[in-house]
């Protein structure tokens, strides 16, 4: 099973270090396979890779796509979909 939502980064400076940190630190939490692209775009990344993250250079507004599959998947994307709700507990 493969769960797929889109949703915009409303922290102040995006997908940045530290968010990414924060991000891989969740997606490592579970067995899922979880990866996070660029909505509209084809290029996606691992989200348990800090390095992978940053390479899609997202800044804030930027509307994501995160996929996840596997057998933990639906609680893998709600804590991702929360830590980005939540702006990384940077604002």
């Avoid at 968010?19 to 979880?34: D, E, G, V, W, Y």
């Avoid at 250079?57 to 979909?81: Q, R, T």
Wanted: no cysteine; glycine share 8%.
């Amino acid at each position: 099973m493969e769960i797929v939502r889109t949703i915009s980064l409303g922290n102040r400076y995006g997908l940045h270090a530290r968010a990414s940190t924060r991000l891989a630190q969740t997606a490592q939490q579970f067995k899922a396979s979880i990866r996070v692209g660029r909505a509209g775009t084809a290029e996606e990344v691992d989200a348990k890779s800090i390095i992978a993250m940053l390479t899609l250079g997202a800044p804030k507004g930027v509307e994501l796509s995160v996929k996840a599959s596997g057998e933990d998947a639906e609680k893998a994307m709600a804590a991702v979909i929360r830590l980005i709700e939540e702006n990384f507990g940077e604002d």
